[in-house]
């Protein structure tokens, strides 16, 4: 199948989904992408994420002229790409318990990260898909949007995030594509203090951001977001902050009643987390985040014409830094198994199927470890044992070993043959998943 025949139709425009819109464009694959939104981040919130160890492999899949942007749009542009320990401190004392080691890495707010992903991408907006059909065939694939228009292709790849359409058509039902909660209150903010000096404080300790761990079980966070005027107008700075803490909280409140728990908590809090949220002003609107997560498991790719990545693969708590790199390197894989079907060397079933192979595992162990890890790092007693502490922002390596485990005609591997958290995971999977 050559690269004219080939039409891949590409489900949700979010950071993933322009990232393999921008991968088939390099390479001159054929691709239609749609977003059931009516434009970029309508409806969305503002936060930001880290990208480390995917680097590499984003720089391979993006344009050179947009690769070369990514230290603009970084939270940091004063350092933008660069290596470091990132704090952990803390929270009640503001000292370091730990410094996070990692290599070339850099913090990016969605916004920008989506804007620079959407670069000479034609998306598709407000098509909200309602049907897949499979042609008898065994070849190609119809998608069906609420607006009756009706879009044919050789595939279709769902980039629709967490509460994925595509990954309900994959798994058969909504029920088994539904996500689990994560048990906590999670919130989000965009906080800009207008005041020069205030800002400076904040920041001074830590330029680009830091985790906050109480002994009173609740996390703090707070990163540099943008600098809209420069590094020289501290006033006009924007911060991304979060605090969490397990369990409930009547969904019903307001931004300024989800402000005063904050501010309970963060009365007790050391610098510079103590100033950070008490200075935050009374008008900040804090959104409550919804964390859950869906463990990955196969799915029926029909023949190769359907398959899954990014957050609609595997859906994580955030506690690890992981997401972004797990989408990007779902995209580089995948996108290195379409050019070999173009190429003539493998046909299209056999190349998704070689994708869903490493993917799965590899989702599987890293939804089950960063949940694992979100609710360590919430227990004083359990943090020093989480997988941020033993294993840093490294991804798993023990996924093979699940594998090999869910294989019914495969033995168990040997304990000595895989990660510690691989073998906690395999000793724990049915509990977590009936959590």
């Not at 205030?198 to 707070?222: D, E, G, I, M, W």
């Not at 997560?293 to 990545?309: A, E, F, M």
């Not at 997988?387 to 304990?415: I, L, T």
Request: charged fraction near 20%; hydrophobic fraction near 40%; charge should be negative.
């Amino acid at each position: 199948m050559s690269a004219q025949d080939h039409h891949v139709l590409v489900i949700g425009a979010g950071i993933t989904g322009l990232l393999i819109a921008q991968a088939l464009k390099k390479a001159g694959i054929k691709f239609s992408i749609f977003e059931k939104e009516k434009s970029m981040n309508y409806r969305s919130n503002e936060w930001t994420m880290a990208i480390h160890w995917s680097l590499p492999l984003l720089k391979e899949l993006l344009p050179e002229e947009v690769f070369a942007k990514m230290d603009i749009i970084a939270c940091n542009p004063t350092l933008g790409v660069h290596s470091g320990l990132y704090p952990i401190i803390n929270g009640d004392t503001g000292e370091l318990i730990t410094g996070v080691p990692y290599e070339n890495g850099l913090r990016v707010p969605r916004s920008k990260m989506r804007a620079l992903a959407s670069e000479g991408i034609d998306v598709q907006y407000g098509k909200v898909l309602s049907d897949v059909a499979f042609n008898e065939s065994g070849r190609g694939v119809i998608a069906t949007f609420t607006d009756g228009s009706v879009v044919a292709g050789t595939m279709i790849v769902g980039s629709d995030g967490p509460r994925s359409t595509v990954r309900e058509f994959a798994m058969g039902s909504a029920e088994k594509a539904a996500v689990t909660k994560f048990p906590i209150f999670h919130t989000n903010m965009t906080v800009s203090y207008g005041d020069a000096d205030k800002a400076r404080f904040v920041r001074q300790q830590y330029p680009t951001s830091y985790l906050a761990l109480s002994p009173r079980h609740f996390h703090a966070f707070q990163s540099i977001s943008s600098m809209p005027d420069g590094p020289d107008h501290p006033e006009s700075w924007i911060f991304h902050m979060a605090m969490a803490w397990l369990g409930e909280v009547d969904n019903s409140l307001g931004y300024k009643e989800r402000l005063a728990l904050i501010k309970e908590r963060a009365a007790g809090l050391g610098e510079p987390a103590h100033s950070a949220f008490m200075w935050v002003p009374d008008d900040t609107e804090v959104h409550k985040a919804d964390i859950s997560y869906w463990i990955t498991q196969p799915w029926d790719n029909r023949q190769g014409r359907l398959t899954l990545v990014g957050d609609a693969a595997h859906p994580m708590p955030p506690y690890r830094g992981q997401g972004l790199n797990h989408c990007i390197n779902d995209v580089f894989h995948l996108l290195n198994g379409l050019k070999s079907v173009v190429g003539g060397a493998t046909s299209l079933a056999d190349a998704v199927a070689a994708y869903e192979k490493e993917m799965v595992p590899r989702g599987t162990e890293e939804v089950r470890c960063s949940v694992e890890n979100g609710l360590m790092l919430h227990d004083w007693k359990k943090i020093q044992d989480s997988p941020v502490f033993k294993r840093g922002f490294k991804p798993m390596d023990g996924h093979s070993a699940v594998e090999a485990a869910a294989a019914a005609a495969a033995p168990a591997p040997a304990q000595g043959e895989v990660s510690e958290h691989a073998q906690l995971h395999l000793r724990r999977g049915a509990e977590v998943s009936a959590a």
